[in-house]
């Protein structure tokens, strides 16, 4: 919605010459060759979701919602104290990586820890205490810069919950965390498909009463820097406060490979037909969710 809001009435940023963007496609790879963000996004795991799995809300009763907010956990069980062995993570491209897995004690420290506001000091009404009764190993699928992985969790049954709260068991040491976009910059190209070895299709956002002019690509042995050319028609006199999605298509001199498409705008990388933005991460890392 805040993407929506800021490119609504105009384009994302003030329309750029094709020198000016070869300029800002360089600044933006120079940045990602350095960034401390790169190694961990290509080749480790960088979670793109919070550590602690959202519950099924539909057959959840209505107050365990108040009694998180309120983190009003009971621990009724003692906890396993030891470390299990690494866990390796597998990736649909065949990529591989060993990664430290946390003790349940850890990954509850995790699930329980305050929140930073209160609603009311439980007990109050609509809020019980949450007792967890029983922990078990398991499983589950969590985005991820390398895409959609399997984790291993910790699960953990609190009476009167049909289902586990699940907190994902790897060691936020092992983790790397979601790049920052420059200059606070608005993610113009939001996501991306590749029909073809050396084709990307863009989608974008921008306002209604905005023009598209095309695409531009700026590309390194590394990188894929992509930008539309959107500007806002002066001739219209009055614009609906409303943002339109729309795809453009953009040819590469080389096929795409493993290299990583950035977006002029932010400086972010891009997820491939993902929902995923992560100019929305600016004040947010999983690692401390």
């Excluded at 967890?132 to 699960?155: C, K, L, Q, Y």
Aim: charged fraction near 25%.
């Amino acid at each position: 919605m805040l993407l929506a809001l800021a490119t609504a009435c105009g384009s994302v940023r003030a329309p750029v010459t094709a020198d000016e963007f070869t300029e800002r496609a360089r600044e933006v790879t120079e940045h990602w060759r350095g960034s401390a963000e790169r190694e961990p996004w290509i080749a480790g795991f960088v979670p793109l979701r919070n550590l602690t799995l959202e519950l099924d809300w539909g057959h959840t009763p209505r107050w365990v919602g108040r009694s998180m907010i309120n983190s009003a956990w009971k621990l009724e069980i003692e906890l396993p104290a030891e470390a299990p062995a690494p866990a390796k993570l597998h990736w649909a491209d065949g990529g591989t990586l060993s990664v430290p897995v946390l003790a349940a004690t850890a990954a509850y420290a995790g699930l329980s820890k305050p929140k930073s506001f209160v609603d009311e000091e439980c007990p109050a009404k609509g809020c019980r205490p949450l007792r967890v009764i029983a922990v078990a190993r398991g499983e589950a699928t969590m985005p991820s810069s390398r895409g959609d992985v399997r984790v291993p969790t910790w699960d953990f049954t609190v009476k009167g919950v049909p289902e586990p709260f699940r907190r994902v068991a790897v060691d936020p040491a092992a983790m790397g965390g979601p790049p920052r976009p420059l200059d606070d910059g608005t993610q113009e190209v939001s996501t991306y498909e590749v029909p073809t070895p050396t084709e990307l299709r863009l989608s974008y956002l921008h306002g209604t009463c905005d023009t598209t002019y095309g695409s531009r690509v700026h590309e390194t042995p590394e990188a894929v820097v992509v930008d539309v050319d959107v500007r806002h028609d002066d001739g219209v006199e009055s614009c609906t406060a409303m943002g339109k999605t729309d795809q453009i298509g953009v040819t590469l001199r080389e096929p795409l490979g493993r290299r990583v498409v950035l977006d002029s705008s932010s400086g972010v990388p891009l997820l491939s037909q993902s929902g995923i933005h992560l100019v929305e991460f600016q004040n947010y890392d999983p690692r401390r969710s």
